[in-house]
């Protein structure tokens, strides 16, 4: 007779999900494996069949969100940099506790917590490739691209984590300037 399984995807996932959430709030230091287990209604054996320690737990949160991340880039990539800049929006404000954890350094600077490091610069591949495409075709300065794509990336990261800090202004349209950031970011480095 075949054993049941007591720890399936959908508890991985709501545990992943309930990690973000939890460390969003009180920090990586802060973290217990009791508040995940309690807030996820399972118990920390689960965690620990299902990701091992505390570390693991944490770096396959980070794998998973840039995985996650990284495909709904390389989703939009075919339809160009405008395109590639509303599907990172879109992504942070679906996800803004993963997005904060991703991008606030907590995580990645922590010695026990070890991701898989080439997800990250992989995730970010189809802004550097939507660059280098622009400027085969003439509409891009022939800059270095890693350059260009990381100036364009750092303008439309400061939008979204500002919006995402709630530090708008209250009576600006987050649409209406995230649209205008896209914009200058194109301008900026056209021929």
């Not at 399972?42 to 996650?68: D, H, M, R, V």
């Not at 600006?172 to 970011?185: S, V």
């Amino acid at each position: 007779m075949a054993r049941p399984v007591l720890h399936d995807d959908a508890l991985r996932g709501r545990l992943l999900e309930v990690t973000a959430e939890v460390v969003d709030r009180v920090g990586p230091a802060a973290l217990s494996l009791r508040s995940v287990a309690r807030e996820a209604d399972t118990s920390t054996t689960a965690i620990y069949a299902l990701f091992g320690s505390k570390a693991q737990l944490l770096a396959a949160l980070l794998n998973e969100s840039f995985a996650s991340f990284g495909a709904a880039q390389a989703e939009a990539a075919e339809e160009g940099l405008t395109a590639l800049g509303v599907a990172y929006r879109r992504w942070a404000l679906d996800h803004p506790a993963r997005y904060r954890l991703m991008f606030g350094g907590a995580l990645m600077m922590s010695e026990e917590c070890t991701p898989d490091p080439e997800l990250a610069p992989a995730s970010m591949a189809p802004l550097r490739e939507a660059v280098e495409r622009l400027q085969r075709e003439g509409t891009f300065r022939p800059e270095d691209p890693a350059i260009v794509a990381a100036v364009i990336w750092a303008q439309v990261h400061g939008m979204v984590s500002i919006e995402l800090a709630g530090a708008l202004p209250h009576t600006a349209d987050a649409d209406a300037l995230y649209a205008a950031t896209l914009d200058a970011a194109k301008r900026a480095w056209s021929t």
